[in-house]
């Protein structure tokens, strides 16, 4: 089954490249604080994603880089009087701890810090292209040299304004849009590194006070990085400084995927200006278009209809969701609703998540109750198949996640009404369906709640007062059960226990 993906640059589904292994790059957090449940939704989706492709033998280099060199991360280490290495530092760790949480485990990480080498060579071909300038404050794009500019946000250069920020607003600049790719240290530095802190390479290539080999950049890095003022600036042929945020990004995906890869994704907030700065800084350097050939946007997350905002204080935190909700209940609210799709988050939801993974559940503790051997039967076949073909459509079908879950609870809701018919054989294969197919979803093999033992001799108790038909003993029992927080339902196979 061929799949496709709604590509935003083109606006229409197109086949999934068929280049092995697929090249997948997401834009990663920016480390200075918590992830919020919006950042939540584009990694589960593109986890999810990963993961379905895997199941289909689809090998995938997933790469997502970590933004530890950022405006927000220098205000932020400044408000906190600490270093700005060491807030990074912090926040990528609780990342990964989030990653590990949400069991996101399908990606492989690249931090900016470590790739500054790659930042200046790609931005020196800029330069030498004539994309770039330089002016008081850093070296610039010169958005007008791409004719192309606004291809993929679907707008033009003069709308470009939009996107500039208070950090790129520099009066200098030849255009409105133009936006930074190397930031000057802002504390004024006259010399170069100690020369005996460097390495024999570097002190050899280290002609001038900014001059020398760009080659060189690769062996001065380690031992030419400074924090001045809150700001981390590097020592390198472009002068002492550090980079611009869209060019992080290409110059790692370059390094990785080399200038023309499969498929870039990210939250939709972020087509504009950083995905659009992505393909203008890349094609312009590299001269090959396009950069990525298919560009996948996840939709916005709102908290009880609003935008999450700092002056709305409605930031949900995936930390403080996790602390009320089981991280599987994220995962699956996130993929009852398509990836592309605004969602809107609330209360309720939270609510539609814990009964669907209860439903669920429930379900499969009844098919391990099921003991009676017995083949399996054609229609159990035949219904399998269909579930596994209707499953396979919808995430072919720009991995629509809700109608793949739908297409489980379908041949859910078709097997419960003769469940007790069931044999063991049957039973097994039907769980062991449901259990892979949620596993793309949840991450995660779906846990049951075992029975406390306790519960199992309350249950044993309360069968034998049956058989002697004490049935004011047995009903005293049955809700002694419940009051533990455990259910009986009375089965033509026997009694089950289920957790409430
Ligand atoms: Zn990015």
């Given at each position: ?8 640059l ?107 080498p ?45 996107a ?20 000057f ?12 802190s ?33 700001e ?73 209809g ?19 909700y ?10 009852l ?65 809700p ?38 979803f ?59």
């Amino acid at each position: 089954m061929a799949i496709k993906i709604y590509s935003s640059l083109s606006g229409k589904k197109e086949n999934l490249p068929n280049t092995r292994p697929l090249r997948l790059f997401v834009c990663g957090p920016t480390v200075y604080d918590n992830p919020h449940l919006g950042h939540g939704r584009t990694y589960i989706a593109f986890d999810t994603i990963v993961r379905y492709l895997r199941s289909k033998k689809i090998n995938v280099f997933y790469l997502q880089n970590i933004t530890d060199v950022d405006d927000k991360i220098i205000e932020r280490a400044k408000e906190k009087h600490i270093s700005p290495l060491e807030l990074a530092n912090k926040f990528e760790k609780e990342y990964y701890k989030i990653e590990k949480i949400l069991n996101i485990k399908s990606v492989k990480h690249a931090k900016a810090s470590k790739h500054i080498p790659q930042i200046i060579k790609q931005i020196q071909t800029l330069i030498k292209k004539g994309c770039a300038y330089k002016i008081n404050d850093g070296y610039y794009f010169d958005i007008s040299t791409f004719p192309e500019y606004g291809k993929l946000s679907k707008r033009t250069a003069s709308q470009a304004e939009d996107a500039t920020s208070r950090i790129d607003n520099d009066i200098n600049k030849k255009n409105k849009g133009d936006f930074a790719l190397w930031k000057f240290s802002k504390t004024q530095i006259s010399a170069p590194p100690e020369r005996a802190s460097l390495p024999p390479l570097a002190r050899l290539a280290t002609g001038g006070a900014f001059g020398g080999d760009i080659n060189a950049d690769l062996h001065r890095k380690k031992n030419s990085m400074k924090i001045i003022n809150y700001e981390p600036v590097w020592y390198t042929s472009l002068g002492w400084g550090r980079p611009g945020w869209h060019i992080e990004d290409t110059a790692i995906s370059e390094h990785y995927f080399g200038s023309q890869y499969d498929i870039h994704g990210g939250g939709v907030d972020l087509k504009f200006p950083h995905h659009e700065a992505e393909i203008t800084q890349q094609e312009s350097a590299s001269g090959k278009k396009p950069m990525v050939k298919i560009w996948m946007h996840t939709g916005f997350l709102l908290i009880d209809g609003k935008k999450m905002s700092k002056s709305l204080k409605n930031f949900t935190t995936i930390k403080d969701f996790t602390k009320k909700y089981s991280p599987e209940i994220l995962r699956l609210l996130i993929n009852l609703n398509h990836y592309r799709s605004s969602f809107n988050y609330t209360e309720k939801s939270a609510e539609q998540g814990i009964n669907t993974l209860k439903k669920l559940q429930k379900i499969i503790t009844s098919l391990s109750f099921i003991k009676e051997k017995g083949i399996v039967s054609s229609e159990i076949e035949y219904l399998l198949k269909k579930a596994e073909n209707n499953f396979d459509i919808a995430m072919s079908d720009d991995f629509n996640t809700p109608k793949a879950i739908a297409s489980i609870f379908e041949l859910i809701n078709t097997i419960e009404p003769k469940i007790w018919t069931l044999s063991k054989n049957e039973a097994t294969i039907i769980k062991k369906f449901i259990i892979k197919k949620l596993s793309i979803f949840l991450g995660t093999t779906l846990k049951t709640h075992k029975i406390p033992k306790n519960i199992t001799i309350l249950a044993q108790e309360r069968e034998l007062c049956r058989g002697n038909k004490q049935f004011t003993k047995s009903d005293l029992l049955r809700n002694k059960i419940k009051s533990l927080g455990y259910i009986i339902e009375d089965t033509i196979i026997g009694p089950l226990i289920s957790k409430d």
